[in-house]
Nanobody, 118 residues
Framework: QVQLVESGGGLVQAGDSLRLSCAAS????????MAWFRQAPGKERETVAI????????FYADSVKGRFTISRDVTKNTVTLQMNGLKPEDTAIYYC???????????WGQGTQVTVSS
């Protein structure tokens, strides 16, 4: 049974930093892309950052480029999102996702709330 468990959300002030972690278990993720999505109230879920599990290649949404960093630890099966220079518009529920085209896997965590006050 695949599980993605997020942690690290909270309430911070604008300009502060937060580090989100996603603990992944239940299968090998070598063929997967791991991603962070977010959904703000009244808005659609959007991609924040993506990392290839095997090669570590990354993608960032323009809105977080230069402020957020995604990384993975293949020995600990974790994916981390380091968020610096947080802005009120970063307020959302952040979700960890594991996706693979090759085997059709698409798994989601339960989400963690990030609130940035101005």
């Amino acid at each position: 049974q695949v599980q993605l468990v997020e942690s690290g959300g909270g309430l911070v002030q604008a300009g502060d930093s937060l580090r989100l972690s996603c603990a992944a278990s239940g299968r090998s993720f070598s063929a997967y892309e791991m991603a962070w999505f977010r959904q703000a109230p009244g808005k659609e879920r959007e991609t924040v950052a993506i990392i290839g599990w095997s090669d570590g290649s990354t993608f960032y949404a323009d809105s977080v480029k230069g402020r957020f960093t995604i990384s993975r630890d293949v020995t600990k099966n974790t994916v981390t999102l380091q968020m610096n220079g947080l802005k009120p518009e970063d307020t959302a529920i952040y979700y960890c996702n594991a996706y693979s085209d090759s085997d059709g896997g698409d798994y989601w965590g339960q989400g963690t709330q990030v609130t940035v006050s101005s």
